[in-house]
């Protein structure tokens, strides 16, 4: 048994394989009101990855472990409970660019027999390959106690994985937390490997990284700030009631949404806006709208991308944001990504609804774009962390 470690000082490889979370090493979650319809919901992402040079079988029988840690070290007792049992994980595999390029080859020499039935086995993990599995974390209110709750994210419905259960922790409060995954089964704590993989590697020992986890009371006059670490993320949205445009092609309605970031720290501070603000919007029965991206060009990261707050200074970013009509009762919510893209929801009620920004960089460093060199340089000390930003409740109307 050998165990190195990986680029992230805090992560191991067991014998070649790896298991990560795929989020940036510190997540802000502001506490959501009590109430029944009101929650904070999160999504992230675990890689488990397969540096050897065989192939490896994932066993239906086998789960992810959340573990918990209070700012104290002390370890969180969880409640394992049914969760989404009927609905199993869709598993997205990340591959090398030579499995790829090995695999496309392979598929041009099996031209002729296209017509044949293929059938993939998503769960077998080739050498350099991985599985993502991605979740969900929802923050609530539970008979008056705070409950963090990790299951599957149940956006994803191909029957290929399944977690099904949900690891539950009551009584919880506003403070520092940290928590990871381990991979194993909670009944034996074995992990197990089919013949014709590698012999059996202890649960214990495939761990991700830990990931400091941060709940906070929202502050500001209209509660919709949260503070970490000094910094301050605000949603602004001066308008709070927009009026659907008329059912036209090239007829919109602006939508000012953005957000202001306040370094409140001693120090500079470097942050992204580039392909880093992703918008969440919430139906009046609190219900998460389906997000969609769609790219209409290529935007190279600029200097004025990365812009430096001064100590005691903020920034404000304002994406371009528009309702248009679509077809039929469904309009478009449209919000500028940054990188050329676009974030969309599809809307199609006169209703209320919430929104929300997450900030999310992983990244300390970034390539930009130099113009007048025309050349590309480096950025580095960016700020990294996913801060949720509180809802903010604002209302459609008819035109």
């Known amino acids: 048994m050998t165990s190195s470690e990986s680029n992230n000082s805090d992560v191991f490889e067991v014998d070649g394989f790896h298991l990560v979370i795929g989020e940036p090493n510190l997540i802000v979650l502001p506490i959501p009101d009590n109430r029944s319809d009101s929650n904070t919901s999160v999504e992230i992402n675990v890689y ?16 992810l472990i959340l573990e918990l840690l209070a700012s104290d070290g002390e370890a969180l007792q969880a409640q394992l409970t049914p969760g989404d049992a009927d609905i199993q994980l869709n598993t997205t595999p990340v591959e090398s660019w030579g499995l790829k390029l090995r695999r496309l080859i392979s598929n041009l020499t099996r031209f002729p027999k296209q017509n044949e039935t293929s059938k993939v086995d998503t769960r077998l993990i080739e050498p350099g390959g991985g599985i993502n599995i991605p979740l969900a974390i929802k923050l609530l209110w539970f008979d008056n106690k705070l409950q963090l709750q990790i299951r599957n994210n149940s956006s994803y419905l191909q029957v290929v994985f399944r977690i099904n259960k949900c690891w539950s922790f009551d009584n919880l409060r506003q403070g520092a937390y940290q928590f990871r995954f381990v991979w194993g089964s909670p009944s034996n704590g074995e992990f197990a490997l089919e013949p014709q993989t590698r012999g059996g590697i202890r649960a214990a020992q495939l761990v991700t990284q830990f990931v400091n ?14 503070e970490v670490e000094g910094i301050r993320f605000e949603t602004l949205l001066p308008e709070r009631t927009l009026i659907l445009p008329e059912k036209k092609r090239g007829i919109d309605t602006r939508l000012q949404i953005g957000i202001l970031i306040t370094n409140n720290t001693r120090i500079p501070v470097r942050f992204s806006f580039f392909s880093t603000l992703i918008p969440q919007l919430i139906e009046a029965n609190g219900q998460q709208l389906k997000r969609w991206y769609s790219r209409t060009g290529t935007k190279r990261p600029l200097l004025s991308d990365f812009p430096f707050v001064m100590p005691g200074e903020c920034i404000t970013l304002f994406p371009y944001a528009s309702i248009f009509w679509q077809k039929g009762e469904v309009f478009t919510l449209s919000i500028d990504a940054g990188d050329g893209g676009f974030w969309n929801f599809e809307v199609s009620k006169v209703s209320n609804y919430q929104i929300q920004f997450i900030y999310k960089n992983k990244s300390i460093t970034q390539k930009i774009y130099d113009r007048e060199n025309m050349n590309m340089s480096l950025i580095e000390g960016l700020w990294i962390g996913m801060v949720y930003t509180p809802k903010i409740k604002f209302y459609l109307i008819q035109y």
């Open 48 to 63: 488990f990855i397969n540096n050897t040079p065989n192939s490896f079988r994932l066993s239906p029988d086998e789960t």
């Open 213 to 226: 986890l941060s709940l906070i009371e929202s502050v500001g006059n209209d509660d919709n700030a949260v």
